[in-house]
Protein backbone atom coordinates (compact mmCIF):
# COMPACT_ATOMS: atom_id res chain seq x y z
CA UNK A 1 0.00 0.00 0.00
CA UNK A 2 3.02 2.40 0.81
CA UNK A 3 4.41 1.52 -2.63
CA UNK A 4 1.54 2.26 -4.30
CA UNK A 5 0.94 5.45 -2.59
CA UNK A 6 4.64 6.59 -3.28
CA UNK A 7 3.71 5.77 -7.13
CA UNK A 8 0.18 7.68 -7.06
CA UNK A 9 1.84 10.87 -5.71
CA UNK A 10 4.59 10.49 -8.31
CA UNK A 11 1.75 11.11 -10.55
CA UNK A 12 0.42 13.86 -9.28
CA UNK A 13 -2.44 11.43 -7.91
CA UNK A 14 -2.84 12.98 -4.14
CA UNK A 15 -6.60 12.33 -3.54
CA UNK A 16 -5.27 8.02 -3.97
CA UNK A 17 -1.94 8.48 -2.24
CA UNK A 18 -3.84 10.22 0.62
CA UNK A 19 -6.31 6.98 0.21
CA UNK A 20 -3.64 4.72 1.07
CA UNK A 21 -1.71 6.18 3.39
CA UNK A 22 -4.88 6.75 5.56
CA UNK A 23 -4.45 2.61 5.51
CA UNK A 24 -0.46 2.39 5.84
CA UNK A 25 0.08 4.80 8.81
CA UNK A 26 -2.15 3.86 11.20
CA UNK A 27 -1.51 0.05 10.96
CA UNK A 28 2.42 1.28 10.88
CA UNK A 29 2.10 4.77 13.19
CA UNK A 30 6.30 3.97 14.24
CA UNK A 31 7.41 4.57 10.21
CA UNK A 32 8.09 8.18 10.34
CA UNK A 33 8.92 8.17 5.86
CA UNK A 34 4.88 7.74 5.57
CA UNK A 35 4.69 10.52 7.41
CA UNK A 36 6.74 13.01 5.23
CA UNK A 37 4.80 10.93 2.06
CA UNK A 38 1.55 12.29 3.64
CA UNK A 39 3.11 15.69 4.20
CA UNK A 40 3.99 15.87 0.77
CA UNK A 41 0.76 14.71 -0.24
CA UNK A 42 -1.06 17.40 2.07
CA UNK A 43 1.25 19.82 0.86
CA UNK A 44 0.06 19.23 -2.97
CA UNK A 45 -3.50 19.57 -1.94
CA UNK A 46 -2.80 22.51 -0.66
CA UNK A 47 -3.93 21.54 3.15
CA UNK A 48 -1.24 23.51 5.53
CA UNK A 49 -2.33 22.83 8.96
CA UNK A 50 -2.29 19.07 8.13
CA UNK A 51 0.84 18.84 6.14
CA UNK A 52 1.99 20.69 9.80
CA UNK A 53 0.72 18.01 11.69
CA UNK A 54 2.28 15.13 9.79
CA UNK A 55 5.55 17.51 9.76
CA UNK A 56 5.73 17.50 13.74
CA UNK A 57 4.89 13.64 14.04
CA UNK A 58 7.98 12.97 11.35
CA UNK A 59 9.96 16.17 13.06
CA UNK A 60 9.41 13.77 16.71
CA UNK A 61 11.82 10.72 15.00
CA UNK A 62 13.78 13.06 13.18
CA UNK A 63 14.54 16.23 15.46
CA UNK A 64 17.66 17.42 14.11
CA UNK A 65 17.09 17.08 10.30
CA UNK A 66 17.42 20.75 9.16
CA UNK A 67 15.56 20.00 5.25
CA UNK A 68 12.72 19.14 7.82
CA UNK A 69 13.36 21.83 9.91
CA UNK A 70 13.23 24.34 7.27
CA UNK A 71 10.29 23.12 5.61
CA UNK A 72 8.77 23.69 8.95
CA UNK A 73 9.70 27.25 9.23
CA UNK A 74 8.78 28.25 6.04
CA UNK A 75 5.19 26.42 7.10
CA UNK A 76 5.36 28.57 9.94
CA UNK A 77 5.77 31.52 8.34
CA UNK A 78 2.73 31.19 5.63
CA UNK A 79 0.21 30.85 8.70
CA UNK A 80 2.03 33.46 10.51
CA UNK A 81 3.84 31.89 13.06
CA UNK A 82 6.74 34.18 12.98
CA UNK A 83 8.77 33.48 16.31
CA UNK A 84 8.29 29.37 15.09
CA UNK A 85 9.90 30.18 11.92
CA UNK A 86 12.68 32.18 13.58
CA UNK A 87 13.61 29.10 16.16
CA UNK A 88 13.35 26.40 13.42
CA UNK A 89 15.57 28.39 11.18
CA UNK A 90 18.09 28.99 13.93
CA UNK A 91 18.33 25.78 14.92
CA UNK A 92 18.69 24.48 11.30
CA UNK A 93 21.29 26.98 10.62
CA UNK A 94 22.94 25.72 14.10
CA UNK A 95 22.93 22.12 12.32
CA UNK A 96 23.49 23.07 9.07
CA UNK A 97 25.01 26.44 7.63
CA UNK A 98 24.20 26.78 4.23
CA UNK A 99 23.22 29.42 1.72
CA UNK A 100 19.56 28.60 2.03
Known sequence: VYKRAVAYYSM?????ALADLEIFVPAYPQVPQAKLLRALVYKGLGDTEKQLQDLNEALAYQQDNPGLLKWRASLYLDIGEYALARNDAEQARQLQDDAE
Open 12 to 16: DDFEN
